[in-house]
């Protein structure tokens, strides 16, 4: 299978992630073989999480110098960027600006996967409270993490809380959360920062990306311009996952590009 356009990938997991065995190679060799532009390795670094603190620790000398050591080997083939998605919380911002200047990083998501303190993949974020309450308080950490931090270059996966709630997005109607969305958009934007499109919410049979559609407009209609494209791979089979699903929902919410990242800095490709 060739995708028509050669669109990039730029959110995946592999060995180095805790909830990943996907080795680096196989990852991209299954990209080359798709059809993709090129793709970003992002795997997960999550300091303090809760239960499992190890779980989400990455080994960052070690992968760090794998995936440099693949782009080498395949640069006159195939482009490989280094990433990392951080978990962020507030707390951490020094910590994660400081690891961030460490390591030579293409390309940084910035996400919430813990909201004060506990994980929403989990029931027990849920129990005892109605889902609307809880999706709000996700909403509402995430501008937390905005305001305290900077050295990150898209949001990932804005309404992901949608993935896990006791009916996930059946009720889910982003507008009634639009005044807090639009804060967390408008300080993205003032910031120069982006947001992606990932795939992973038609992985997880929610039949939208995260975010939804609506949000994605919603970022343009504010004047954001900077967005990525990423499955949220954990396995090979899963990169580029529903793609062919990306150009027209872009289109559709006005962007004529996407965005790649190099040394941090963005590069617009037309879709």
């Given amino acids: ?89 507030p707390h951490l911002a020094a910590l994660h600006a400081d690891i961030i200047e460490q390591y030579p990083f293409d390309f940084v998501i910035g ?23 809880c999706y709000l308080e996700y909403f509402e950490s995430i501008l937390e993490n905005i305001k305290v931090f900077d050295s990150f270059d898209v949001y990932g996966h804005i309404d992901y809380v949608v993935r896990y709630g006791p009916t996930k997005n059946v009720n889910y109607v982003w507008t009634q959360y639009q005044d807090v969305i639009d804060e967390i958009l408008k300080l993205l934007i003032e910031k120069g920062k982006g947001i992606e499109i990932n795939t992973g919410g038609f992985k997880y049979g929610l039949g939208h990306p995260n975010p939804t559609e609506g949000i994605i407009s919603r970022y343009h209609e504010l004047g954001g311009e900077i967005i990525t494209i990423g499955s949220d791979a954990h396995a090979p089979a899963q990169i580029a996952f529903d793609f062919k699903k990306v150009t027209p929902i872009l289109k559709e919410a006005g962007f004529t590009h996407f965005t790649v990242f190099k040394n941090r800095k963005p590069e617009f490709l037309p879709l």
Wanted: hydrophobic share 35%; net charge negative.
């Fill in 111 to 133: 996400s919430s996967h813990l909201v004060h303190g506990i994980d929403p993949y989990y029931a027990k974020f849920y129990e005892g409270r109605k889902e609307e309450d």
């Fill in 1 to 89: 299978m060739n995708l028509t356009q050669t669109l990039w990938d730029l959110h995946m997991h592999s060995q180095f992630s805790g909830d990943s065995d996907a080795p680096l190679e196989d990852m991209l060799l299954t990209a080359i073989d798709i059809g993709l532009g090129g793709i970003c390795f992002t795997d997960h670094l999550d300091i303090d999480y809760p239960d499992s603190p190890d779980l989400f620790l990455l080994d960052l000398p070690n992968y760090t110098a794998s995936v440099s050591a693949l782009r080498e080997k395949y640069a006159d083939r195939f482009p490989v960027r280094l990433g990392i998605e951080l978990g962020l919380q």
